[in-house]
DNA sequence: CAGTGGTCTAGACCACCAA
DNA sequence: TGGTGGTCTAGACCACTGA
């Protein structure tokens, strides 16, 4: 055999719960029933049935056995960025506004913070080939490393913004996507002079105490962006 | 010690990375070594080695030894269901139109199917305590075991619809999120009488020979969607 | 060549579950 | 009590990398 033996028995369950011998709920058969029927050790199998409890495929319960899942027909996996999407990228970004403010009381909710802590409130434009496609705005709490040149804070993406200090892995966050209209003030900013919609993009970015530590809106110019996501 | 021993060995190892200690592309040390550090069998370490490869902390490359990878700092999973979204819940739906046809250009090119083949299409309008909040439209290969019955088709979301016949582990799903204004038909639709924006999803299912089997439209009310993703 | 990760084995003990 | 999955070991052989 060319292939590893614990994948062709990932293969094999898989075939048989693709094709309906194997139906959600139903019971895989034990593993030292396996390791017969393969021929293989039970570490072997259970190599085997790491990945396709890891797949999403199975689950296990000690005791009793593993179990055929419900398919997750509702995942996807979207990458954000705001300064680069599938229909756009973002080749010039001019900041607006680089300032320390005092939170005003739903800021100070949002960032779980109090209204006497100083905040960072970036305001960028971002263009594609010279026209100004998105007017981000961002709120981030002070911390040590972050990057305070602007010719840094002009190319840094959110993430990239608190990462500098804090350990990137160890980062939890949160998209929200929606619609509206812009107010008069991003007409301006994005030359929108007819009624055209925006896909506005909150991140919320959080430590590993889960304690908020940036939040950032980002206005797209509706005909100027779509995000991509797939499932696996 | 309650906790396993390889689960020791990964939290230790992701501390070194989250602390800095182990930086993107540093070398993990070899699985021998480990082994003697932790006073753990190979294998023992191998188990925790694969639980921090599949979390994205380090990768393996044959021969030489392991890394720790950058983060991933733009991966989100979403979990859509036009149905049901973090700020409404569709209580309702009417089923405007359930018809065969034969797909324009645009369709049969977006379904890799040709103009002479059957389509069915199934136009929607999703309620929320009373009033229109979404407007949709799928296009459907026909297969076997599709709900043909109206009281399904009204309740059914788009995985569902498909996966009555096809191995529903092995669809592959495509999701893209945009802004626009309304037409008039959607206006009409929607009670929308003034200026409001819409958030459009479209979703496209693959079998699992990458054949697109569906192609679904749905036009939310900009002020009764916000779709919700998060890291990990 | 010695060292690395990838695969595989044949045992072992454990906690859990059901009859 | 016998069967289940969860953990762990101490070996083995392999293909690959780099000096």
Do not use: W
């Not at 011998?21 to 017969?36: C, G, I």
């Not at 005003?104 to 960032?111: M, S």
Request: charge should be neutral.
């Amino acid at each position: 055999m060319i292939n590893p033996m614990y994948l062709a028995i990932v293969e094999d369950i898989k075939q048989k719960i693709n094709s309906g011998q194997l139906k959600p709920s139903d019971a895989v058969p034990s593993e030292n029933a396996l390791s017969k029927e393969y021929g293989a050790s039970r570490m072997t199998v259970r190599k085997g049935l790491a990945i396709l409890a890891n797949d999403g495929y199975i689950y296990s319960i000690p005791g009793k056995g593993s179990f055929v899942r419900k398919p997750e027909l509702n995942k996807y996996t979207i990458y954000y960025n705001e300064m680069n999407n599938s229909i756009n990228k973002v080749d010039q970004s001019r900041l607006l506004e680089v300032n320390i403010i005092m939170p005003d009381e739903k800021l100070a909710g949002e960032l779980q913070t109090t209204i006497n802590k100083n905040v960072i409130v970036i305001r960028r434009l971002f263009y594609t080939e010279g026209k100004p496609v998105a007017y981000d705005l961002k709120y981030l709490l002070y911390s040590k490393g972050m990057p305070i040149v602007e010719k840094e804070i002009e190319q840094a993406t959110f993430p990239e913004m608190v990462s500098g200090s804090i350990a990137a892995f160890s980062l939890k966050k949160e998209l929200s996507i929606s619609a509206q209209m812009p107010d008069e003030e991003i007409k301006k900013h994005l030359n929108i002079y007819d009624e055209l919609a925006l896909l506005v993009v909150e991140q919320k970015i959080f430590n590993d105490d889960n304690k908020p530590i940036g939040f950032c809106v980002t206005y797209f110019r509706g005909d100027y962006i779509k995000l991509k996501g797939n499932s696996e």
